[in-house]
């Protein structure tokens, strides 16, 4: 029944080491997002895509970056991960023409050691 | 700019109280959409409510109802004969309503704890 799936669940990674995120969809939404949650904080966009457009937020780190291969994938890639990246991962879809909410996946929680 | 503003970092209840999350927002847009979501400690946000700028309708779902009001930039959500269940972060968010997609900006959350 999930609509939105995070792969991992939980991921460890070494400081400084690459690491990638996966987000599928299965809602056909155009639209796709990253938030970031560190403890105790707000989500906080860092990009989305409109179907293959990318909108980078004005604020987010050089490090991160984005692939969206077909509608229904999207990726999360960390060039070298700092401690300060440790946080939950939040990908979300929505779809354009339809002021419906947001549909979140289950997040991944990132830490960074 | 836009700002979403949850006053109460933390609340703590006992079962079967009533409670109330405030929640205060700016914005220059005319027309923008707010929501609730709620975070379980496993983490993912689940979608509470959707309400429009021109809908000030106040609703009720089951134990749950919200409260809009423009002229104050509110909306806030009461919680009636509260359960453990209902133990979570919840936020309040906005999204300018300039394009049917766009950035949802999240206040700080609220912490509920309902004690048994």
Not at chain 1, 21 to 46: D, E, F, G, I, R
């Amino acid at each position: 029944d999930a609509m939105v799936i995070q792969n991992p669940r939980y991921q460890v990674t070494q400081f400084g080491k690459p690491v990638t995120l996966s987000c599928s969809q299965t809602l056909n939404h155009n639209v796709m997002y990253w938030y970031q949650q560190k403890s105790s904080q707000a989500p906080k966009l860092l990009f989305h895509y409109y179907d293959k457009d990318f909108n980078n937020e004005a604020d987010t780190p050089d490090n991160f970056q984005s692939r969206r291969p077909n509608t229904s994938f999207c990726f999360l890639d960390i060039r070298s991960p700092g401690l300060g990246d440790t946080a939950m991962y939040l990908c979300a879809t929505s779809r354009v023409g339809v002021s419906d909410g947001y549909t979140f996946g289950s997040g991944t929680r990132l830490t960074v050691v | 700019a836009q700002k979403v503003t949850q006053a109460q970092t933390e609340i703590s209840v006992v079962e079967k109280e009533d409670v109330t999350l405030d929640c205060v927002y700016e914005t220059r847009d005319t027309t923008y959409y707010l929501f609730w979501y709620k975070q379980p400690p496993s983490g993912e946000l689940v979608f509470l409510i959707r309400r429009n700028s021109f809908d000030e309708q106040n609703e009720i779902s089951g134990r749950y109802s919200w409260n809009f009001q423009k002229s104050t930039s509110s909306f806030n959500f009461t919680i009636t004969a509260s359960q453990v269940v209902d133990s979570a972060v919840y936020f309040c968010a906005l999204r300018n309503g300039g394009t049917s997609y766009g950035k949802l900006t999240f206040g700080q959350g609220t912490i509920l704890t309902v004690h048994p």
